[in-house]
């Protein structure tokens, strides 16, 4: 069974920093590409930063400059450097994992539970 486990959200006031980290589990073969998406009270889902296996990266443009989302391929771990916060990055951050292969299936696609993180202005 493949599961993603985040870590990493927590409380800093405006201007700090957290990473968030998400490593998924199970007889993973490959992971076409990892991401994080946040969800803030009231709102839908958005995307932040996405990253192939190939090293590509997307970010929404609010977080361009301030976010920076990072793989270790071999530990299937995907990372959110997340600095200059602000308040409105205040929300549930949910790391996402597209194209997960295992020995026997094809999964197309898997969510974390999700990791709060609040920014005190």
């Known amino acids: 069974q493949v599961q993603l486990v985040e870590s990493g959200g927590g409380l800093v006031q405006a201007g700090g920093s957290l990473r968030l980290s998400c490593t998924a589990s199970?007889?993973?073969?490959?992971?076409?590409?990892m991401g994080w998406y946040r969800q803030a009270p009231g709102k839908l889902r958005e995307l932040v930063a996405t990253i192939t296996s190939g090293g590509s990266t997307n970010y929404e443009d609010s977080v361009k400059g301030r976010f920076t989302i990072s793989t270790d391929n071999a530990k299937k771990t995907v990372y959110l450097q997340m600095n200059s916060l602000k308040p409105e990055d205040t929300a549930v951050y949910y790391c996402n994992a597209r194209g997960v292969r295992t020995l026997n299936l094809y999964y197309p696609e898997f969510w974390g539970k999700g990791s709060l993180v609040t920014i005190s202005s």
């Open positions: 199970g007889s993973i073969g490959s992971i076409n590409a």
